[in-house]
């Protein structure tokens, strides 16, 4: 049977325009690109033309793009270039609800010396700029903010945060990973030093990323080895799986608006229909500057878990807020962050959406639902007088 698939910012069904794209060379064209043969040529002819509709995508010249395995290594490469090239600088600015692939890593140096500021988000997971203008210093060697929640789908403000960081004179990475694909980004206009996107976030196979760096911006490599990448990042290319992300980014850009409409209707009246039908529910997050796609849901006295379990049986995949701390039972950090009460963090549910998305499906939740978690509130340890009462209007 075919999943009912809500759980689009965990990973996403490869195009299959994408797929027919790169089957040749998964195939018949399996040629090193770096070899001197035009078998092998020929792949590299195909790789360039890959590279330069990414970079027309993007806004930003072909060489300032550095292909890569996932969003993940964009992450670290970015953060450790800083660090490498500039040795005197050893504080790190970035958010408490970036990814694992930024926090793990700042955790990580700072067990190894470096300093690092975590900024705060308000109940709504929203940033004040004041506080991060006041957290740059003198030895900052990065600032690495996030452009769109992966949990939450909250929208940071990134020409402002650019404009910010290009007048403090301080290099800026953003995680893109959620954002490329559903936000239109010129690189042309927004300033920033760095940028990380991942294939299989918008509907490319999963192994292949982009590493925007631009022009200007020292840069030490993360993978040492041959000259792939002008030197930059060894290894030899996954030339099928750039190939298809090529195809999925144009995709993308060409039917950014048409798409996003409508995954926003289907979206918002997912949102609606569960707020309307089950009381003690809300939104979490800033539901103006938001992507599309992304719906988290907090459902009180239940736990998350158990919702996902009961959906499963019917076919539906969403995700809890905690799916990266899973086998913990702390709610998710992003949550925790925004001040989420506990009742309501650890009843948490994303629904992430994607063009494939249909009527049907979002039907079949709102069918479904209510009586989940009327179910597991029935059964709920946390049950007291208070859910007896009525919906409130939060
Ligand atoms: C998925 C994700 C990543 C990690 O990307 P991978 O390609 O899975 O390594 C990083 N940041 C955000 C915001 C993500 O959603």
Redesign the pocket.
Known sequence: MKPVYLDN?ATTMSAPEVVAEMLPYLSEFYGNPSSMHSFGGRVGLRLKQARSDIAGTLGCQPDEIIFNS???EG?NTAILSALAAQPDKRHIVTTRVE?P?VLSLARHLEEKGYEVTYLGVDEKGRLDMAELGQAIRKDTAIVSI?YAN?ETGVIFPLPEIAALCKARGVLLHT?A??AVGKIDIDLAKLPVSMLSL?G??LHAPKGV?VLYVRKGTPFRPFLIGGHQERGRRAGTENAAGIIALAKAMTLAKEHMVAENTQVKALRDRLEAGILAAIPHSLVNGDTEHRLPNTSSIAFKFVEGEAILLMLDQYGICASSGSACTSGSLEPSHVLRAMGVPFTYAHGSIRFSLSRYTTDAEIDLVLEKLPGIIETLRRMSPFRDEEAAKPACTC
Do not use: F, L, P, R
Request: one cysteine or more; charged letters at 20%; glycine letters at 12%.
């Open positions: 910012n996932c969003g993940s992450d990814h692939a996030m992966n995680d990973v959620q991942s299989h976030k990323g």
